[in-house]
């Protein structure tokens, strides 16, 4: 099965916004698999921070609520992450990861896409 792809990421600054993709069509959402995004800022392990499920609902961290949305194109099985309002501590490489639905641990992420956001 193909990993993830992840794209979108690049620099920006504080206060703006990027919209992250994922192409996850070797772990499609018809076959199970809920997805979701995962970043690891420089110095902190990799941190789950929205997810998504069968049933179009996400979670999200404490740190990125009320300013990242994450949804999914069930038909194509892409993934998306738009993030607003950026904050210089956002800066990370940031993973989609799939999991079986109905389990809690991601099994499969891509090589990730970097996001720097400066002061």
């Known amino acids: 099965q193909a990993p993830p792809v992840e794209s979108g990421g690049g620099s920006v600054q504080a206060g703006g916004s990027l919209r992250l993709s994922c192409s996850a069509s070797?772990?499609?959402?018809?076959?199970?698999?809920?997805h979701g995004w995962l970043r690891q800022r420089p110095g902190y392990e990799r941190e789950e921070i929205a997810d998504?499920?069968?049933?179009?609902?996400?979670t999200y961290a404490n740190s990125v609520k009320g300013r990242f949305t994450i949804s999914k194109d069930y038909a194509k099985n892409i993934v998306y992450l738009q993030m607003n309002n950026l904050k210089p501590e956002d800066t990370a490489l940031y993973y989609c990861?799939?999991?079986?639905?109905?389990?809690?641990?991601?099994?499969?992420w891509g090589q990730g896409t970097q996001v720097t956001v400066s002061p």
């Open positions: 998504i499920d069968n049933r179009q609902r996400p």
């Open positions: 990861g799939a999991r079986r639905c109905g389990e809690t641990t991601y099994t499969r």
């Open positions: 070797g772990y499609p959402s018809n076959w199970g698999y809920c």
